[in-house]
């Protein structure tokens, strides 16, 4: 089999990754600009052994797939703004039972209903802190189709090894416009799958008892053996639980698998960084323009370079602060009111030296935008 390429959207290119990354089961509720997830779905997931369901509401599409993962599928759903609002109490549900799953976001104009048609990034801290209780949470971007592709295999892969939701945040512009992409062969990018227990029928079997390696086996619900699944703190059979110590515990585990596997979980891309003086920090479709004006700056002698953040959530802070250390300045170019800016200036030694060029009003950010902000960067003496 040869490489297969395409011209497609940016959901589409999502399908093609899910379908890659061996998703078994979708579920949905049609929402702009994410429509074309579950549509294309509907069609080549069934066609390839996998079920589609269209469910009521955001709700029960969030519960369906929660349910599939439980019984040993690799599961995804898509949605954007109030429908990944409504997502929320049970993808904190998924948290604490530790349950795989996939939950694309294609980002729209908000609060409430917003714009459903025009471009926003807003969700960020959303995706991070939309969840009651100390939790946290794998929220991958991109800013290409052939990217697209690529980070929604990862968010399998990430959410079969570490046992926990994954949030694809993609946004309307990258959603919808249109790309080659190369579906490289079968076997080509590694598959994670899911790692099921080795206990016998008849063995007692401890849901939630981690291995020294952190990664919990799973057993399929309905299967072999009987456990109990709960939103509730639980012990390691998954029963309620308010032992402190058991609780404490619990929790612990819930953070850090995914916090103390920040650096193994960074995605990045960086342009002309070895001796930029000036870092444009983006993600998402901003990329794209902050990419522009970097390579059209370069042959003037501007010594611009560009990181392109992939993984939003655990933030980089690491790769961030070592990118950054000696810069003069940096500019960080998102499609909302500064809320990576905002985990940036955290992470960086000096966070006088951080700025925001933005856009708020459902227009993709421009070159034109950025350079204006640069000027006025410079002409601070900064």
Not at 138 to 156: G, K, P
Request: charged fraction near 20%; include cysteine; proline fraction near 5%.
């Amino acid at each position: 089999m040869t490489n297969n390429i395409r011209f497609v959207q940016g959901n589409e290119a999502c399908v093609e990754g899910a379908l890659y990354a061996g998703l078994d089961f979708f579920s949905g509720y049609p929402i702009t600009p994410s429509t074309e997830v579950a549509e294309h779905l509907a069609n080549r997931l069934p066609a390839k052994g996998g079920k589609f369901l269209q469910m009521e509401d955001e709700i029960a599409s969030m519960c369906a797939i929660i349910g599939a993962s439980l019984t040993g599928k690799k599961v995804m759903t898509a949605t954007s703004g109030p429908g990944f609002s409504l997502k929320q109490e049970a993808l904190g549900y998924a948290i604490m039972a530790e349950i795989p799953c996939v939950v694309v976001n294609v980002q729209r104009g908000g609060p409430s209903t917003g714009n459903p048609t025009h471009v926003s990034q807003a969700d960020v801290m959303q995706a991070r802190w939309g969840r009651h209780g100390d939790q946290s949470i794998v929220c991958l971007t991109a800013s290409n189709n052939q990217d697209v592709f690529e980070m929604t295999v990862e968010a399998f892969n990430i959410a079969e090894t570490y046992r926990t939701p994954v949030v694809l945040l993609l946004d309307e512009t990258v959603g919808h416009m249109r790309e080659k992409i190369v579906v490289p062969k079968a076997g080509e990018i590694p598959l994670v799958e899911r790692l099921r227990t080795a206990v016998r029928e008849g063995v007692d079997y401890h849901p939630y008892l981690p291995r020294e390696d952190g990664r919990l086996p799973m057993s399929d619900f309905g299967d072999v053996h009987r456990y109990n699944v709960t939103g509730l703190f639980h012990d390691m059979w998954g029963f309620p639980t308010t032992n402190p110590g058991v609780v404490h515990g619990l929790l612990r585990h819930l953070n850090d698998k995914i916090n103390n596997n920040a650096n193994q979980m960074a995605r990045y891309k960086e342009y002309y960084m070895d001796d930029a003086e000036r870092v444009l920090i983006s993600y998402g479709a901003s990329a794209r323009s902050a990419l522009h004006v970097v390579e059209n700056r370069r042959p003037r002698g501007e010594r611009l370079g560009l990181l392109e953040l992939q993984t939003l959530w655990p933030f980089p802070d690491v790769v961030v602060r070592e990118k950054c250390r000696n810069a003069v300045s940096v500019c960080v170019v998102e499609m909302n009111m500064g809320q990576v800016m905002q985990a940036v200036k955290a992470a960086v030694d000096d966070p006088g030296k951080v700025f925001l060029a933005n856009r708020i009003d459902g227009n993709l950010i421009t070159p034109t935008d950025i350079r204006g902000i640069l000027r006025l960067i410079q002409g601070r003496g900064v």
